[in-house]
């Protein structure tokens, strides 16, 4: 069946860097994009970025651009995303979502990786 | 960037009743490409509409999308208890944006 799992909790200090998994299975790889959203506490859901598997290309909203790097291991059907030069703004929760090349919206959720920055 | 603006913040219903969401865009959205998720505490969002009016995979009918060009709305027919969370409206026609959330709780 279709799976989409992300990596574990993080906890970092400011101005480091976090990189959450986001393994995929159950589907043929290239032919869905990898979302990433993320949401802090009491707010909203934020797009971060999007990676085509396909060619490893990626885009970013210009709030992330530096910020966000989206990489994927082909031979493992991981997305990853690194996080960089945190701050207690960072703090959420971050989810992996798949889209496909037909564009019909997010249909399949990793269950969340919460990352805390705290000194 | 689009940015989506969701009306009311909150909606206080009583199971059975009827919800309406709205979502309005700051510009046209291409192709009508909106979708709306349900979010709850704890789980992952839910894709329920895509496209601005067809339901995702296994989604009961009581949700439905409607709309075009900048205004939007999703209607649950008949409220269950299962379907009190926060409701989330995207679009994908020019990169991707979210609305702020519309929380649907119990009167």
């Known amino acids: 069946q279709v799976q989409v799992v992300q990596s574990g909790a993080e906890v970092a200090k400011p101005g480091a860097s976090v990189k959450v998994s986001c393994k995929t299975s159950?589907?043929?790889?290239?032919?869905?994009?990898i979302h990433w959203v993320r949401q802090a506490p009491g707010q909203g859901l934020e797009w971060m970025g999007i990676?085509?598997?396909?060619?490893?290309?990626?885009t970013h909203p210009q709030k992330f651009q530096g910020k966000v790097i989206l990489t994927r291991d082909m031979s493992t059907t991981t997305v990853y995303m690194e996080l960089r030069s945190l701050t207690s703004e960072d703090t959420a929760v971050y989810y992996c979502?798949?889209?496909?090349?037909?564009?019909?919206?997010?249909?399949?959720w990793g269950q969340g990786t919460t990352v805390t920055v705290s000194s | 960037e689009i940015v989506l603006t969701q009306s009311p913040g909150t909606l206080s219903l009583s199971p059975g009743e009827r919800a309406t969401l709205s979502c309005r865009a700051s510009?046209?959205?291409?192709?009508?490409?909106v979708a709306w998720y349900q979010h709850k505490p704890g789980q992952a969002p839910r894709l329920l509409i895509h496209?601005?009016?067809s339901r995702a995979t296994d989604v009961p009918d009581r949700f439905s999308g409607s709309g075009s060009g900048t205004d939007f709305t999703l209607t649950i027919s008949r409220l269950e208890p299962e379907d009190f969370a926060v409701y989330y409206c995207?679009?994908?026609?020019?990169?991707?944006?979210f609305g702020q959330g519309t929380k649907v709780e119990t009167k």
């Open positions: 159950g589907y043929n790889f290239i032919d869905y994009y």
């Open positions: 496209g601005a009016s």
């Open positions: 510009q046209t959205v291409g192709s009508n490409y």
């Open positions: 995207q679009q994908y026609g020019t990169s991707r944006t």
């Open positions: 979502a798949r889209e496909s090349r037909g564009l019909r919206g997010m249909d399949v």
């Open positions: 990676m085509n598997p396909l060619g490893g290309t990626t």
